[in-house]
């Protein structure tokens, strides 16, 4: 009788990264790979996002080079210079660097970070089978007058596009980067893309992100950056559309005076999952953080919202402030959440907080009764319950952009 021979999702990465074994890879993290487990609900972190769906698929790197239309994912009104990236691979036909003023952009294999610390198996994946590398550098001293937009597209069934992005932010320079996931079809496909920043000494850097995929998209985003003494980072997180997504964001800090702004808005509906998991680790004193997270769920959207809070013991003086508030438009949804903080130091300013509710219905009934009709008047109050996070996305153009996507697809009223 012959033995029944398992596949499991895990053989399935592993093989296909031993199949392209000559794509770009940072130096150790296969071996790392072949030691983690997929994740599961058995993990803590993990606990309410299941990824078994992720593991039936047969992934594939891009097999064609697609020529997409890429001028309804532009947004406004903007000036910016737009990086695309298509299935994963980085087009230059497609996008629009010239005359690029203090920021160097290239394509690179050479990845050595052997130090890291990778905490689960897509992060090691990333990085075992880079599908793109690209190197950001801007200039000291510098202000970035045109936003780069980049902008990842998929068009392929089951292909799996892992970009690796490296930011570099110099001294004392200032920049402002737009990042948006796109697809074109409904086509079974996975991103899962690294990001890492360095934000240096008295730099500003502020990133909005876009995700707008379709329901059949999975997008896993791993963030790490690093902000150096009197740097400031902004993320404004904003997640309109997406069958899965994951976003774990990891902050740290490297000098005294430094901040970091975390912002963020989800709408998940019919049975679609959202996940954000935040960690800010502050390290040194007289460091501030600010974390404001709000979502909207309906049909049988399920979210997660965990956001960590490190002070380490030399960490005197921080302040640190988190809020996460989200209403349920039906009963089908749910949401978890649990923002955590763990203090070692006993001069700080800290607080978290969290609420899961419904809408008011004294203020739905108020607005009936001045003539607004039921679907409006719900419109309206969940328009009021985001305005405070859309607001913290400072350039019109781009909030203009998020605000019409959210009333094309009648999450908010116009």
């Known amino acids: 009788m012959e033995a029944t021979v398992t596949i499991t999702a895990k053989d399935k990465f592993l093989a ?14 296969r071996k790392v790979l072949s030691q983690l487990d997929m994740p599961n609900t058995r993990m803590e972190d993990w ?5 078994g769906k992720i593991g039936t698929e047969d992934w594939k790197m891009a097999t064609s080079k697609t020529n997409p239309d890429i001028s309804s994912f532009l947004i406004p009104g903007l000036e910016a210079k737009h990086l695309v990236i298509v299935d994963g691979q980085y087009r230059e036909d497609l996008s629009e660097l010239k005359n690029l003023v203090g920021i160097s952009i290239e394509t690179t294999t050479l990845v050595n970070d052997e130090q890291h610390q990778y905490q689960h198996f ?9 599908t793109t590398r690209i190197q950001v550098d801007i200039a000291p001293h510098v202000e ?16 799996l596009s892992q970009p690796y992005i490296t930011i570099d932010a110099g001294k004392s320079s200032k920049a402002h980067f737009v990042e948006s996931f796109v697809s074109i079809g409904e086509h079974h496909a996975f991103t899962n893309r690294t990001l890492r920043i360095q934000v240096a000494e008295n730099a500003s850097f502020t990133l909005d992100k876009i995700q707008s995929e379709t329901d059949a998209h999975y997008l896993m985003n791993e963030d790490r950056i690093h902000v150096a003494g009197d740097g400031r980072f902004t993320i404004n997180t904003l997640t309109i559309d997406g069958g899965w ?5 990891h902050i740290s ?24 998991h935040t960690l800010v680790d502050h390290r040194v004193p007289h460091c501030n953080s600010n974390e404001l997270y709000k979502g909207l769920l309906n049909d049988h959207a399920t979210g997660v919202f965990n956001g960590k809070v490190y002070v380490q013991p030399n960490a005197q003086k921080t302040n640190a402030f988190q809020s996460n508030a989200n209403i349920l438009l039906s009963d089908d949804a749910q949401m978890n959440t649990k923002p955590e903080l763990e ?4 001069d700080v300013k800290c607080s978290h907080g969290t609420t899961t509710g419904q809408l008011d219905e004294d203020a739905l009934f108020y607005l009936k009764a001045r003539g607004l009709g039921e679907e409006s ?38």
């Open 122 to 130: 897509f992060e090691a994946l990333g990085a075992a089978l880079i």
């Open 377 to 414: 008047a719900r419109r309206l109050l969940t328009s009021a319950f985001i305005n405070d996070v859309l607001d913290k996305v400072e350039n019109d153009n781009i909030r203009n952009y998020v605000v019409s996507q959210l009333i094309t697809r009648e999450l908010l009223i116009a």
């Open 343 to 346: 203090i070692y130091a006993d």
């Open 47 to 51: 606990r309410y996002t299941r990824t």
């Open 245 to 249: 997504v994951r976003n774990n964001l």
């Open 253 to 276: 800090f490297g000098g005294q005076n430094a901040e970091a702004n975390l912002h963020g808005i989800y709408l998940p509906r019919k049975k679609q999952h959202i996940d954000n």
């Open 144 to 159: 970035i007058k045109d936003k780069l937009h980049i902008i990842h597209v998929t068009t392929e069934h089951q292909v």
């Open 16 to 29: 296909l990264v031993e199949q392209h074994e000559k794509l770009p890879h940072v130096v150790g993290a």
